[in-house]
C-alpha cells in the first residue's frame, strides 16, 4: 500500500508538474506574440517585420524601407477606415437584435460586436477565421 501511495503521488505530481509548465511557457508565447502584433501596428514595426521576413540584404535597405514606410502608413489608414464603416452596421445589428434577444445572448453579442470592432477579420461567430492550408 505504501507503494501504491508513492506511485500514484508521483504521477499526479509529475501531472502537476507538465501542466504548470505547459501553462508558462503557452503564457510567455502568447504574452511575445500579442507584443509583436501590436508592435506591427504602428509604422516602424511593420517595416522591421517586413525587412526580417523578406530578408533584405544591406544594400537593399535604402530602396525598400521607403516603399514598405508608404504602404505601412496607407494600411494603417486603411484598418482605421474599415474600422469606422463597420461601426454603424454593428451598431445597428445590434440595435435591432436587441428586441429579439434574451439578456445572456444580448451579453454574447455584445462580446462578439465588441471583438469584431476591434479586429479586422473575424468569421460569424466572432473568431479569427482559421489559415491551415487545406490538405490536397
Do not use: C, W
Not at 500514484?8 to 504548470?20: A, R
Not at 517586413?50 to 533584405?56: A, H, R, T, Y
Amino acid at each position: 500500500m505504501n507503494n501504491t501511495f508513492k506511485i500514484v503521488f508521483s504521477v499526479i505530481g509529475l501531472l502537476l508538474i507538465g501542466f504548470l509548465g505547459g501553462y508558462q511557457t503557452h503564457r510567455t508565447m502568447v504574452k511575445r506574440h500579442m507584443k509583436r502584433v501590436a508592435k506591427e501596428r504602428i509604422s516602424p514595426g511593420f517595416v522591421e517585420r517586413m525587412v526580417d521576413i523578406l530578408d533584405i540584404r544591406e544594400e537593399q535597405v535604402g530602396k525598400v524601407k521607403p516603399i514598405l514606410e508608404n504602404y505601412s502608413v496607407q494600411l494603417i489608414e486603411s484598418r482605421k477606415a474599415e474600422l469606422e464603416r463597420r461601426r454603424p452596421i454593428l451598431d445597428s445589428m445590434r440595435l435591432e437584435l436587441a428586441e429579439v434577444l434574451n439578456d445572456p445572448q444580448q451579453e454574447k453579442l455584445d462580446h462578439v460586436i465588441e471583438r469584431m470592432k476591434r479586429s479586422k477579420r473575424h468569421d460569424h461567430r466572432g473568431r479569427r477565421p482559421h489559415t491551415h492550408k487545406k490538405k490536397q
